[in-house]
């Protein structure tokens, strides 16, 4: 969450002090649910580089038009791209690359945490 | 032909007293042949993925080719819209994978499922009916189909073009279609002599009755040049390879019980198909040390049941796998032969086709292949299949000479010619256990006659009498 410095700073907002908390929904449907990934921390203040690249990932991943993202590697779904002449953004490929091919949070997409 | 070569006789030489010099050796043509298959591979096998990406890499790879398609078909100024930029009543081409929705289609979810508790469906020759509906998919939405397409003919997961206007209920009202039609085909070498492929399918080994095994030995001498007279040896010498197109071992040697049967009951009995094998590779013994032989595997033999199947272990033919002449190749396969193409399956492709669609003959499902592209536009949905991921193998790239399929009912076949002057000869080659039929290619001219084996066609009685001997 941002926090803006004008207005907002002097008077402080109730969810300051109190969090926001959704209600989770009882009842049976959550049983039923597949289990959800763990969630990922919200850091407050600026977007890092390294935030910046994990989105432009999502965005990738997000994109229909080079097909499913379940399942393969991004790496995988961006050759396929380029195999079947989509033209995928390059600088995708290239933060690939250039990451350690061990990090899961770059390689897989994402939804790399849901079960299949 | 080659019943004609081998009727030229200059005087039998059987009816003579035997001479003291040995006849005359007659040597098999020997052809360049390189196997290029490697597409019906599979390196790693993982099966963690979900068929949504080969639905997907097959659109992807069919898109562009029946774009092209359609501004031939339709003017290059036709409107090709995606499903999701579709105007009410406006006149436009899309492009996208058919499903076909069937009632009848059995469903391991509707068996289990306990609101039903229905009984399994009894197996049907057909599961199409009056109720199916025809839908269009790509990448993001679908839409129904009506209009001037054949319902029942088409089948799920072939990737067409069709021309139209969407109607304010929401369906598409389908004026034309057009598919992909046959690829582009590199040019075939013209020949001087005759030479022929002989194709076979469906030995059927290990059956309870052992009707074709008279047929088969006589098959395998006439190959090896033991039979007839030096007219007819001379022509199986023109005989330069042999293809086994699937479904060598019988139905019968997949025993139902073994898989649930408890382990110690069935501990110390042997599997139906050892048997089979063992005389399997009696019989390539023979050929392999006279012919070339490629040996795929069909539904019924002991390799992996999802396309591609991958070729038969060599170490279930010890006799035979020391001659570098028997080649185990996967299904489907394809090869260059002296530079003609041939491209094939076992059947199973044809047979699943044949199950879903309106369509009965096998050499009409083979040609509608051809035209969609695809050799197994059912696969994944009915068909076994391996989840690939970056392409999708069974897409036709290169048109091949001889296009065949294995385990028809009947011989049959025809040359199709393309619209830009390819020419494709199709085979269906008939189940040998059943018809004791095969046949024989011509690379030379490009035509294929059946050569029959039958001993005792004409009552059954006889047959069944054979048995004992064996």
New interface residues.
């Given amino acids: 969450m941002l926090r803006s410095v004008t207005m907002t700073a002097k008077h402080g907002l109730i969810t300051d002090s109190f969090k926001v908390v959704k209600k989770a929904k009882r009842g049976a449907r959550k049983a039923k649910r597949p289990p959800s990934p763990p969630p990922t921390q919200q850091e407050a203040g600026a977007e890092t580089p390294q935030e910046k690249e994990l989105r432009t990932l999502r965005n990738f991943d997000l994109d ?2 080079f ?2 993202c ?3 590697s991004r790496l ?1 779904r961006w ?3 380029k ?4 033209n995928p953004p390059e600088e995708i490929r290239e933060l690939l690359l250039l990451q350690t091919h061990t990090d899961p949070k770059y390689n897989l997409s994402l939804w790399r945490d849901y079960p ?1 | 032909m080659f019943s004609d070569l081998s009727a030229q006789k200059e005087g039998s030489s059987l009816l003579c007293r035997p001479s003291e010099d040995q006849g005359p050796v007659f040597e098999r043509i020997s052809l360049a042949y390189s196997p290029c298959s490697e597409r019906f591979t599979v390196g790693e096998r993982s099966f ?3 068929y ?2 080969i639905y ?2 097959r659109l ?2 069919m898109r ?1 080719l029946l774009s092209e398609r359609a501004q031939q078909k339709w003017g290059s100024d036709v409107l090709i819209r995606k499903l999701c930029d579709l105007q009410t009543g406006e006149q436009c081409c899309i492009v996208g994978t058919l499903f076909k929705r069937m009632d009848l289609q059995p469903s391991i979810l509707k068996e289990i499922s306990e609101d039903h508790n229905l009984l399994p469906q009894p197996a049907r020759v057909k599961y199409i009916s009056d109720m199916d509906e025809l839908v269009l998919e790509d ?2 939405q679908r839409i129904k189909l009506e209009g001037k397409i054949d319902r029942d003919k088409f089948v799920t997961g072939s990737v067409i073009a069709i021309y139209g206007a969407e109607k304010n209920d929401g369906k598409f009202t389908v004026e034309d279609f057009c598919m992909a039609d046959l690829p582009p085909q590199s040019p075939r070498p013209t020949l001087t002599s005759d030479r022929f492929v002989l194709l076979v399918s469906g030995l059927g080994l290990g059956s309870t009755h052992a009707d074709s095994m008279l047929g088969l030995q006589l098959l395998v001498d006439m190959v090896t040049g033991q039979l007839g007279d030096q007219g007819e040896q001379r022509c199986a010498a023109t005989i330069s390879r042999v293809l086994l197109a699937g479904n060598l071992l019988s139905q019968n040697t997949q025993d139902a019980d073994a898989s649930t049967k408890p382990k110690y009951l069935t501990k110390k009995t042997q599997a139906g198909s050892v048997e089979a094998i063992r005389l399997l590779d009696e019989i390539l013994l023979q050929l392999v040390a006279s012919v070339p032989v490629d040996v795929m595997p069909g539904q019924y033999d002991p390799t992996n049941f999802t396309l591609p199947q991958q070729s038969l272990h060599r170490c279930m033919f010890p006799l035979s796998s020391v001659y570098p002449t028997l080649q185990l190749v996967t299904n489907p396969h394809q090869c260059h032969i002296d530079g003609v193409r041939f491209l094939g399956t076992s059947g199973q492709n044809i047979c699943d086709i044949q199950r879903y669609s309106s369509m009965d003959d096998h050499l009409e499902i083979l040609e509608e292949t051809l035209r969609l592209r695809h050799l197994a536009p059912t696969a994944p949905d009915t068909l076994g299949c391996y989840p690939f ?3 999708d193998p069974f897409i036709l790239e290169e048109c091949p000479h001889v296009y065949f399929s294995g385990t028809a009912p009947t011989f049959q076949s025809k040359l199709v010619k393309g619209p830009d002057g390819q020419e494709c000869l199709l085979v269906t080659i008939p189940d040998f256990n059943s018809t004791q039929t095969a046949c024989l290619v011509n690379l030379r001219t490009l035509t294929c006659e059946p050569i029959s084996f039958s001993a005792f066609s004409a009552d059954e009685d006889e047959d069944s009498e054979m048995n004992v001997s064996h």
């Fill in positions: 229909w038009r097909g499913p379940i399942g393969i995988q050759e396929r791209a195999l079947h002449g989509l299949l | 963690s993925r979900q949504a990406h997907a890499a992807m790879q562009p990448e993001l991921y970056q392409k």
